[in-house]
């Protein structure tokens, strides 16, 4: 095959979520048959990317700013806060418009098998920020898994106290979806989160 240079590009790529050695071999070869167009602009804004990149001090969002351009925005609703698992999950719910609120990433879910506790999330911050005021929703949009479940149970627990409405995302049949092919948990939720 190709030398050292070629093989660590592969290696690299094959890390990658998504990417196996076959399909790191395919980006590497599209690579490297334009490194003008191709190559050497991905380099360039993967150093800039790198060098200037950081997670947002108040919601954990990565951005080249801090406080990230979500925070700083002066037209979202600071009384309302959406906690997400992950900035994947907070790039998902900017992308489809439908939240002007602020965020909140968690930094994962509580999990026994991964051993990820509440001191391994994100939660003091997000405590601090409701206690200092102006909150008056949370909304929980974990995923709908046994983890995400534990951990929107827990939040819950820990923001009841405080004088903050706590909802979580409705969960159950999606857009399109057929019932014969969904599973049981989500039927059950979805005829139990049912509205007329």
Not at 13 to 26: C, K, N, Q
Not at 87 to 114: F, K, M, P
Not at 126 to 138: D, F, P, S, T
């Amino acid at each position: 095959m190709g030398g050292p240079e070629i093989e660590r590009l592969i290696e690299l790529l094959a890390r990658l979520p998504g990417f196996g050695p076959r399909s790191a071999r395919r980006a590497a070869l599209t690579l490297l048959r334009q490194p003008r167009t191709r190559l050497l602009p991905l380099a360039s804004a993967m150093e800039q990317a790198a060098r200037t990149v950081r997670t947002c001090s108040l919601c954990g969002n990565l951005d080249s700013q801090d406080p990230c351009a979500i925070c700083d925005d002066p037209h979202r609703d600071r009384s309302i806060v959406c906690v997400v698992e992950g900035v994947g999950d907070l790039w998902a719910l900017e992308r489809a418009g439908v939240h002007r609120g602020l965020y909140h990433v968690l930094g994962g879910t509580l999990s026994a098998l991964g051993g990820t506790g509440p001191d391994d999330l994100s939660t003091a911050p997000l405590l601090a920020r409701i206690e200092a005021g102006g909150v008056r929703e949370v909304i929980l949009a974990l995923g709908a898994t046994v983890e995400g479940a534990t951990t929107t149970h827990w939040l819950a627990e820990r923001l009841g106290p405080l004088d903050v409405t706590v909802s979580r995302v409705a969960q159950g049949v999606p857009m399109g979806g057929a019932l014969d092919v969904l599973d049981d948990g989500t039927l059950a939720a979805a005829l139990m989160a049912r509205r007329s």
